[in-house]
Structure formats: C-alpha cells, structure tokens
C-alpha cells in the first residue's frame, strides 16, 4: 500500500513538473550561441548547484523529521526540554558562510571578466554597431558600411561586436539573451556592450526594461551568418530605396508599435552623435564634443548668410 502511495506521489509530482515547465519551451539563457553567453550559462550553473547544497539537504531533512517525529511514532526519542546543540550550530552557519564566500569570490572574478565595456580578444577586426532606441522599436546604424535598420541586426560570427548604445526616448535595456549580457540604453548617455556569435542561427533580442505601451513589440531577429552572407545583407541593405537622413529619421522617431523591419541605403553622418547631443551628453566624447563645435559653426554660417541675404535685399 505505501508502495503504491509512493509511485502515485511520484506521478502526481513529475505531472505537475511538467505542468508547470510547459510554458518554458525556449530556455535561451541555457542555449548561449556565444562566449559571453557560455561564461552567464556557467555562472547561473555553478551558482546553482552551490546554493543546492543547502536547500536539498534541509528539504529532506523536514520531511524525514516530520515522518520520524510524528506524534504517532512512540518509537522516536521524546525531549521536551532540548533546546541547543553546538553541533548543529556550526554547520548550519558553517556551510553557508563557505557557499557566500565562494559565491561571492566566483561573482567578482565573474563580474570583471563579463564587463560589458572591455572589447573581446580576437584577431577579427570587431564590427562597430550603434544602437538607438525607439518607441518602440531598435534602430541600427552601421558607421563603417554607412547603412542602417530597424528591428533587425546582422551580424558576422566569429567576429566580436562592438556596441554603442544609446535611447532616443525613455530608458530601455538591450538584451540578445543567447549571446550574453544586457545593458542599458539611456537618453544622453552612450553606453556600450561587446558581443561575439560563434555560429549561424537566428536570436531574439529584446528590450528587458519596460518602456511603455508598446513595450512587448519591441523585438528584434539578431541573424548571425557567415562573412559572405552578411556581405550580401550589406548589399542588399544598400539598395534599399530610402536613405536615413533628417527628414526620415523625424518620422521614424514618431512612436509605433510592432514596426515592421525597415532598411536604410545611407545614413546622414553623425547621426548618432546627434541623437546622443539631443539630449545634452552626460559623458561627451571628443568626437561629439567636435560635433557640437561643427553643429555650431555651421549655425553660426547659417546666420552669417541669413543676414548677408537680408542686406541685400535691403539694398535692392
């Protein structure tokens, strides 16, 4: 009979398992495409387990108490008056104390290897990536092609990406959960973050910090592929019929939902400089700094002719 209570117990728990892990079809964190996603893969593991030494054995140990100390049983020793053991004192704080220590020296070792900011060692030249967010919607610049897109980002493997990130509108957060860490993308500011993709696949990427209404439709397709094919998508983005200048930008800042991709044969020079000047910089860099210089000149020359074009009309 208690066979049989045990086998059904087992049933009703693996049901329920898999009741509630149904809705986890895509376990992203635990199928990394990268190196920076392997090392947060490890990282969650290791802490994992480390923590498990606790939890598993205290779990059993308040079933197997409550079986064997059950008011039923007169087999068990009664002691009304216990009420401290030096013993379990220590192990109880002992363990514990050794699994933080370890836990927190494997998350500082951690912490600094991961650093967003530190560029990926590789003979590969890395591929320079501006990212800009919208309501509600990525857009990506390519400085050195001079192409840009919306909601959707191309990218080498093999090859390290370096980001620069930044927000057009209120704060989001920049994540590609196959292929590692997230950052924060904020008005003003320009962060960056450098990725690597070790093979071909297509991986979603997502803004993980609620923005607003249109917040759940601000997904891209990261397309991971061969230096060939993303030659041909260079190409094939350059022939697009539009280009990026001021004039499209105005609209494509204009908040929308589910924004389909677009492609952009050009893109105006500095843009992203400028969308991060907007905002007014809280860490210039000396190019923006330049641009600022080179902004102002040119409304200073923009005066000059204004007024020059005024005398002689007056003249006239």
Known sequence: MKKKTCLSLMKASGLLAALFLSGCDDWVLMDPKGPIGQSGKSLILTATWLMLIVVVPVIIMTLVFAWKYRASNKNATYAPKWAHSHAIEVVVWFIPCVIIGVLALITWKTTHELDPYKPLESEVKPLHVQVVALDWKWLFIYPEQNIASVNELAIPTGTPIAFDITSASVMNAFFIPQLGSQIYAMAGMNTKLHLLADEPGTYMGMSANYSGSGFSGMKFDTLAMSTTDFNAWVEKVKAAPQPLEKEQYTELVKPSEANPVAHFSSVESNLYQSILNSYGSYCQSPSATALNSHEAL??????????????????E
């Open 298 to 315: 040119n409304s200073k020359a923009g005066d000059e002719a204004q007024q020059v074009s005024m005398n002689v009309a007056s003249e």
